[in-house]
């Protein structure tokens, strides 16, 4: 770990102006924001995140969870993911929030981390994590060794000839799925971005993953009223049972009628360098009786292009089952 | 269970006793080996080879060198080179000589790189973060060469270990055979203590606490790395936050830190980082074996060989002696069992849960369930079939094997009549079941060992002995052996280990520690009670004055006359009346092993394991739902110890079968998921319900209270049994641990 300075923002406005000064807020940014703690002293300690100045953003209130104006959620930047998960709102309106939270990490990781800190947290691709090696995401132009090495876990949606890196939040998909919108504050005054939008594609500049600029501070995750009647769940599948990342997971909720589908979205998790939602497989469901064969359909269209490596062409047909699975019991 | 009928009934051995040292260890008040703190301690962080072959071509240490706090930057011919240690296995039979290590080279011997995480450099800083900085900012420079990782492990020789009859000839003519082979990935300890070293010196005496296995061992390593005399080196090594085999010997971390410590005359703590734990501190190596069965129809086996290869590191030859168990396991006249090494850019492999016997019946065992469904036979009919009369392997009678109930009461408890054979048959809440079964074996040795038994004037008494408690139970079972010996409760036993200074003692390996422990520490209370019957004889105050010593018998923690109705004074109130504060008495016991000579009998432990797995094929998902083991150890100690020792192996087990995998990188040699987050262990959430049950023959062929270790026994077979559950249920034989689900994706 390399040396830092440890400053406590007296408010929003200083940690933004702190950050300003970082010339970029991806990798290798020399100011980082401190919320839960558990991505970022981690890979300073693997000496993968080496910034100059760290910034305590824990006590500056960002830590609600309530209603939205819109009857929705507002979700503090700030707020535990244990907290989020365990809210009455979330338990009652948005169980697979819930559910993907409580699949993530353990009791003790999900008691510090944080909602901004959770949708920022980094990929755990093996090469990424280990300064000796290289890796087009942490030192861009030294190469990609996780193609052609260990790559089991690691993505086969939105990959490129740099970075194959995949995703690892289990909660930013549950997210996706509810059309979850991301507050930021920056110099330039406060936006809205989509989750969809947030996230970047690695292309050939894998170092930029999402659309923060130096001095962005997220302030809070809102996710629109859900869909009255709908059901939805978060299922995960991994090689044990628990404390280990997604090779795949799937985020879905759907509201039936006369037994067929009125409305149905889903996003995917492990497969994709950013949590993966294609609207137009969800839209062939609309209207269809809950059928395998249907379901199946509309992973295929969810996984088209698809360009697995060696050892992980499985995540096609596990994610296909997955899939398949969660969106037979939301729709039984 | 079933006792036996000689046995005398006992108070406090054969009963559950909670750990003694439990309160210590929840609380945080137990001390291992990094937990210490010396004046003026400086920290030392290890610089790891990036490469896996090759050699240092520059060490560019200014910069470190500069950095706040930082002491030295130790590399080659910093120090004076130290010694190699001339391990000698055999020698591990030598009480006070033992001198064995698995990687022989010293480190900074030379500038050549044999596996990636070598060591080539050693920060030394005022403070850890210091330590660590320096580290990272030295530049090592090198001429890599292409690594040897190829990961097909062919011999260029193979080595004949066993040998019986025309296996060839009785394959060839078998009316029903199987041959396959098996393949193990590598494996590594990952026990939750990090190696760590604290090492000091006085002078010219080295004090190291260090998280060993085997304290007299490491002592004499390091006298003989260092050139100096044996007693001026102490280790200890009190608790053990586990080991699992990974610190049996000593590594190369150990002397870097005395060495340092020596050069800057400082005392000098060295913990190694988790990733580290990958690197130098050894593995069970990748293994490949073939099984070849020959058999009759009815199921008698004619022909078995066993032929295996595990990767070793470029430098040394360490053999996974995988045939351990194969030649005395079932009858068959014809027979051989051969081993071979591939030498690879890896780092020296060494002892691992169950070394040799562990894999080697993971691939015997399910080449026996590939057999019963050849031969279309229930397999455990198949191995109560192949009963052997005596160990075939040794020409030798069994010095005890129950083997034939562990399978029938195993099947009773387990519910194996229910079984339908047919793949994917049975199901249960909508899950597919599948299950299997496998046999285990576990030699039962003896190291030499010697303890001290100290009988005291306020009612306690200490027991001493220089070995360890990795966190098997072996504190407790030293009070309850001297406690029920001395008819005292076993709160009154103080317990001294993992310290050189007291009376020597083996490593703690082999599931032999608890065995090798009865001999001396019975002896040693049997020359304190000589020590207490002769003070009370020549003493005219006591309670026996006049009567000559023979005249008077120690047991059970009291005094009596031999004759006459004089009443039995129990130790403390003797010592009382005498005036004195304590009397003691050394034991000291010969081992059995390794073997010095001929011995008269097959010692081993048996066991049998029912595995019940549930399969969801939708999601291609698999768990491992319910185990029943059936264990052959002799007398068992402490019930409580002991099951928890097979539950532990167990869950390895499940580990060993679905989980664990050190993963190589293809180029570059270096293990890449070194971390507790992508080496996949099982977590308490995979752990199947468990019943385990011991059935209780006392060995006294080994010690007098019949007492065999209860460990590795545990893991023995359990890969073995889940994976022929597995095929039971998917119909997919996968014979590369471990299996991964895709493999079962169909
Ligand atoms: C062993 C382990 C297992 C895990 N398993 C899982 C799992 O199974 N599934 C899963 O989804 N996750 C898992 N995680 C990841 C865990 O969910 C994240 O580490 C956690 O959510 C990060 O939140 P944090 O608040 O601790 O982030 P921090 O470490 O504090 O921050 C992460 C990054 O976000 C930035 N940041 C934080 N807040 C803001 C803000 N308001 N504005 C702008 N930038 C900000 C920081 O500067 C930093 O760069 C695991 C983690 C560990 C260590």
Known sequence: ?332 | MSATAEAPPMRIIGHPQPRIEGRLKVTGAAHYAADHHLPGMLYAVPVGATIAKGTIAAIDARVAEQMPGVRAVLRRGSFPALAAAKPDFASVADLEGTVYVDERRPPFDDDTVRYYGQYVALAVADTLEQAKAAADAVRVTYRAEAPEVDPALTAGEMTVKSERGDPDAAFAAAPVTVDQRYGMATETHNPIELHATIAAWEGDSLTVHEATQGVVNHRNVLAAMFGIPREKVQVISRYLGSGFGGKLFPWTHSPLAAAASRQLGRPVKLVLSRPMMFHAVGQRPAITQRIRLGAERDGRLTSLRHDYVNATSLLDDYEENCGEATPHMYATPNLRVASGLAKRSIGTPTSMRGPGAVPGLYALESAMDELAIALDMDPVALRLKNEPPLDQGLGLPFSSRHFQECLTLGAERFGWARRDRRIGSMARDGLTLGWGMAACSWLAERFPCSARVELRADGTARVAAAVQDIGTGTYTIMAQMVAEALAIPLSRVEVALGDTSLPAGPVSGGSMMSASLVAPIQAAITRAGEALVALAAGNPAAPFAGAKAGALRFAEGRVAAAEGNRQAVPFDQLLRALGQEAVSGLGRAEGTFPPKEKPTHSKHSFGAHFVEVTWQPELARLRVSRVVSVIDAGRILNPLAARNQIEGSIVMGVGMALFEETDYDPRSGAPVNASLADYVVATNADAPAMEVHFIEYPDTHLNALGARGVGEIGLAGTAAAIMNAVYHATGIRVRDLPVKLEQLLG
């Not at chain 1, 979330?90 to 949708?119: D, F, K």
């Not at chain 1, 869909?227 to 044990?240: F, H, I, M, T, V």
């Not at chain 1, 995917?268 to 249907?294: F, M, N, S």
Request: glycine share 10%; charged share 20%; proline share 5%.
């Open chain 1, 1 to 332: 770990m390399q040396g830092f300075a440890f400053q406590r923002a007296a408010d929003a406005a200083a940690a933004i102006a702190l950050g300003a000064g970082a010339g970029t807020a991806q990798q290798g940014a020399r100011v980082r924001f401190l919320a839960g703690g558990t991505t970022l002293i981690d890979l300073m300690k693997l000496g993968v995140e080496t910034p100059e100045t760290v910034v305590d953003i824990n006590h500056l209130g960002l830590d609600g969870i309530g209603r939205a104006a819109d009857g929705g959620l507002a979700i503090g930047a700030t707020a535990r993911n244990s907290d989020l998960a365990h809210h009455p709102i979330v338990l009652a309106e948005y169980p697979a929030l819930s559910q993907a939270i409580l699949a993530g990490a353990s009791t003790q990781l999900r008691n510090a981390a944080t909602t901004a800190g959770n949708l920022l947290q980094r990929t755990r691709c093996m090469y990424f994590r280990d300064p000796a090696s290289a890796c087009n995401k942490r030192a861009p132009g030294s190469g990609c060794p996780a193609i052609g090495g260990a790559h089991r876990m690691l993505a086969i949606l939105g990959t490129s000839e740099h970075c194959i890196a995949s995703n690892p939040s289990d909660m930013a998909v549950a997210m996706l799925m509810h059309d979850a919108v991301v507050h930021v504050q920056g110099v330039g005054g406060a936006r809205q971005v989509p989750l969809d939008d947030f996230f970047l594609l690695p292309g050939d500049r894998p170092e930029r993953e999402n659309v923060l600029e130096p001095g962005d501070l997220i302030t809070e995750v809102t996710l629109p009223p859900a869909e009255p009647g709908a059901r939805s769940c978060y299922l995960k599948l991994r090689d044990r049972v628990s404390y280990e990342f997604a090779l795949v997971s799937a985020a879905v909720s759907a509201t039936m009628a006369e037994g067929r589908i009125v409305t149905a979205r889903f996003a995917l998790g492990g497969v994709g360098t950013k949590p993966w939602r294609i609207p137009a497989a969800e839209a062939i469901l609309a209207g269809q009786a809950p059928d395998a064969a249907l379901f199946r359909r509309a992973a295929d269209l969810a996984l088209a292009g698809a360009r697995p490596q060696r050892q992980n062409g499985f995540k096609l047909e596990l994610a296909r089952r997955c899939l398949v699975h969660a969106l037979t019991q939301v729709t039984a």
